[in-house]
């Protein structure tokens, strides 16, 4: 039975490798990346063997609790990592609980990020070899570690299955997993920073945690090596009744959970609510509007995106403010709305067949690439135009003024321009409807991205003529070349606008089946 | 035919379809004449749903031509999509809608005005027993409420012809029989409707008409009587299409 676990997530691999070749491609990549960080970690495991004892131990410990609390994290907020096997499918066939649990503990060593971790604490076997007894040791207790955070993984993921089948809770974490996304950059410096501050603390914060669930298993070898038996027998005890515990807990969970099947949470409402239908127009190219910003706030995939707008410029000014420098913040305008603006170049793709009643409808590609765009200008203007204008106060530029506002405004026109024809030609292999915006098959995004990168690299060249009036004008410290990028951005902007409307209009109207039939295919 | 004044709702005429080395629909003929109530039964994986896609302009065929009306579906795509109505199988609904908004946007994307739209809304989800949900996010809506969400934004604009592709799939009992109300109301006032089903019980009772395909062609067509010459429906089904396993084997099903 466990065989045939492993068998069918292999076998789940191959096929959905078999139906789209370009996941292959993108598969290698991340397997590349994965030996790359598994090389690094191997060799700094094994030079670690001639670091001294307690030093080895420190790191070892802090290290590998680092691994567990990962572990536990990840899962939770993305539900639906890597659910190829969830649970839920197996409630008809009767397997036998223990069978089921060894099954997909397993199965969770057969990807790259569980496969990466075994091989690497392995590794830890090479940083205790002078040490013969500390490596037998730690031969144990690297894989007991490992397994420790599949099964804590798995714990609390069908722990939280229950909340999880709420759609309202699904919603909210795929959206508050955005934020420490955004903010890894600023929290990996300021953790560094403090780490460096703070190097005289790690001994003692690495012996208080090897004394709980966390750096137990890892501390072993440590303390074996270290001539304490003592210590060492009673830490691989907790390392012991910890997986025994977490198992334990992760079986009372699942079995709630494959009786528990997903249901709809919330009351039902009446109607009388027609919410942004009543703030447009009641023609195609209103609704249409009022429908994609109704998704904008409502979708996980689109409000990702009115998260992650506004803070990036955020980010950037950071960085740029540290080093004392204020002028980055004079590009944050056009940058949010930029990045708003490109977010409905997968549009279509992001309705997935939903898009029938468009094609069903006989709404016209004037119509259609109208009310999507009004959407999006309706959140990306006000939005460029408030950063643009901060970014000028705080640098106490008030010349700049046209200049960053034709940078933004022509920025957004012609980015207009371009997702219209953009979303009318290409489908994306974009998460469905419901699923987390984390959520993709193992390497199917490798065709997207160059594709994202082609359309960006293609927005840049729209813009460029105000961005060198802009860059020009901070240069020579001439309002005239301001002036000259608003007018510039204005002109070219509206005509980038008018061209890619009309391209995308018309070849919407051409290709409109095909476009279902493409998105019906990556369903 | 009752020649020039009075065409065919419907009329199909060697359509095919292929998709990659299979073909799903094999030159198809049809003729769906106006004011009937047409069935179309076959096995799984027939051709009914890649039919239905063609005729009602959602899927490019291969070769062949589709008249609604007398309206040639793919050389004038926009006339023709405003005879329809079309309640497609298998495809995802703009779900972060609330019902209401739902049908509310599929009647505004036919370009009726706000108010008929409104009144017809509140009409469409009382007949079909939403009223309850209507503000309800479709998303949250059961199998059988969601087809029939689907089915009102099919029926917004008052099409001469509905095509409903499993229509009654999931939907209960009780909301079924107010369905095949509103569907007989409809066709007595003069309406088409091409239903496509696997329940042949249902199509002899319900339909006027029926066609039976099978591995992309059409086996037989005509009144419901003519098809079935006396026997049930159900039958002259299995006779047409053949694959009935004899009921011997699987003896150690009743072993226990």
Not at chain 1, 14 to 28: C, D, E, I, T, Y
Not at chain 1, 415 to 433: E, H, K, Q
Request: glycine share 12%; net charge positive; proline share 5%.
């Amino acid at each position: 039975m466990v065989a045939h676990l492993l068998r069918l997530k292999l076998a789940l691999l191959r096929n959905s490798l078999r139906r789209k070749p370009m996941q292959l491609v993108g598969l290698a990549i991340g397997a590349l990346y994965g030996l790359g960080i598994l090389g690094f970690a191997i060799a700094g495991l094994i030079a670690l063997g001639f670091a001294d004892v307690g030093t080895a131990g420190t790191v070892v410990v802090l290290a590998g609790s680092a691994v567990l609390i990962g572990w536990l994290v990840v899962p939770v907020l993305a539900a639906g990592v890597d659910m190829t096997l969830d649970p839920l499918r197996f409630t008809t066939f009767a397997i036998p609980m223990r069978q089921l649990l060894a099954g997909l503990a397993l199965s969770g060593f057969l990807g790259v990020p569980g496969a990466v971790t075994l091989l690497a604490s392995l590794g830890t076997v090479g940083t205790w070899w002078h040490h013969p007894a500390a490596a037998g040791a730690a031969l144990v207790c690297a894989p007991l570690a490992v397994l420790t955070c599949v099964v804590a993984s798995r714990a609390i993921t069908s722990a939280s299955t229950n909340l999880a089948a709420s759609r309202r809770f699904r919603d909210a974490s795929a959206l508050i997993l955005f934020i420490p996304l955004m903010l890894l950059g600023p929290i990996i410096s300021s953790l560094t920073a403090g780490i460096r501050n703070a190097s005289e603390a790690l001994p003692a914060l690495a012996r208080t945690l090897s004394w709980t669930p966390l750096g137990a298993p890892w501390s072993v070898p440590a303390d074996l090596a270290a001539g304490n038996p003592g210590p060492a027998g009673l830490k691989f005890l907790i390392a012991v009744g910890t997986l025994a515990l977490l198992a334990w807990a992760w079986k009372v969970s699942l079995a709630k959970a494959l009786v528990t099947p997903p249901h709809t949470s919330g009351a039902r409402r009446t109607g009388g609510r027609p919410g942004f239908f009543r703030f447009f127009p009641g023609t195609p190219t209103g609704a249409i509007a009022a429908r994609c910003l109704t998704y904008w706030l409502r979708d996980p995939r689109y409000a990702g995106g009115l998260i992650v707008a506004p803070l990036v410029p955020l980010l950037v000014s950071f960085s740029a403010l540290r080093t004392g420098s204020t002028l980055p913040l004079l590009f944050s305008g056009v940058l949010a709305a930029l990045l708003l603006v490109w977010s409905i170049s997968a549009d279509i793709s992001y309705d997935n067949t939903a898009f029938a009643l468009h094609v069903a409808t006989g709404v016209t590609g004037r119509q259609d690439r109208a009310g999507r765009a009004v959407a999006v200008t309706v959140l990306a203007v006000p939005l460029g135009l408030v950063y643009s204008v901060l970014g000028v106060a705080i640098n106490g530029s008030w010349w700049m003024l046209p200049g960053v506002l034709g940078l933004t405004l022509g920025g957004v026109l012609s980015g207009l321009g371009l997702v219209s024809v953009f979303s009318a030609r290409v489908i994306m292999n974009a998460p469905a409807p419901g699923d987390s915006p984390f959520k993709s098959k193992p390497g199917n995004n490798f065709g997207t991205v160059l594709l994202q990168l082609a359309g960006f690299a293609g927005l840049g060249a729209l813009v460029l003529p105000e961005l060198i009036l802009v860059v020009v004008a901070v240069a020579t410290g001439n309002a005239l070349f301001s002036w000259l990028s608003l007018a510039v951005g204005l002109v070219l902007g509206t005509l980038f606008a008018w061209l890619g409307f009309r391209v995308g209009a018309s070849v919407y109207d051409r290709r409109a089946p095909e476009l279902l039939e493409q998105v019906t295919a990556n369903a | 035919m009752a020649g020039q004044g009075n065409p065919p709702a419907l009329a199909v005429s060697g359509l095919a379809k292929r998709f990659g080395g299979k073909i799903a629909v094999n030159g198809i003929q049809l003729v769906v004449p106006a004011g009937s109530f047409y069935g179309l039964v076959g096995p799984n994986g027939a051709g009914k749903t890649t039919t239905l896609s063609m005729a009602t302009g959602l899927l490019r065929p291969d070769a062949g031509s589709v008249q609604v009306h007398g309206v040639d579906v793919w050389q004038h795509q926009l006339e023709a999509k405003r005879l329809m109505g079309i309640l497609p199988d298998g495809v995802r609904l703009f779900d972060r809608l609330s019902g209401e908004q739902l049908v509310t946007y599929a009647g505004l994307l036919r370009g009726m005005d706000r108010e008929t739209v409104a009144g017809r809304v509140r009409d469409l989800l009382q007949a079909l027993d939403l009223t309850q949900d209507a503000g309800t996010l479709v998303v949250d809506y059961s199998a059988g409420m969601t087809k029939k969400i689907a089915l009102a934004s099919a029926l917004i604009h008052a099409p001469r012809l509905l095509v409903l592709d499993e229509p009654f799939e999931s939907v209960d009992p009780i909301s079924a029989a107010n369905i095949r109300d509103i569907l007989h109301g409809y066709v007595r006032s003069g309406g088409t409707v091409i239903v496509s089903s696997h329940v042949m019980d249902l199509v002899q009772r319900m339909c006027d008409h029926v066609a039976v395909i099978a591995q992309g062609n059409v086996l037989a067509a005509g009144t419901v009587d003519e098809v079935r010459g006396g026997a049930s429906l159900e039958d002259r089904f299995v006779e047409l299409v053949g694959g009935r396993n004899q009921t011997e084997g699987l003896e150690w099903l009743r072993t226990f």
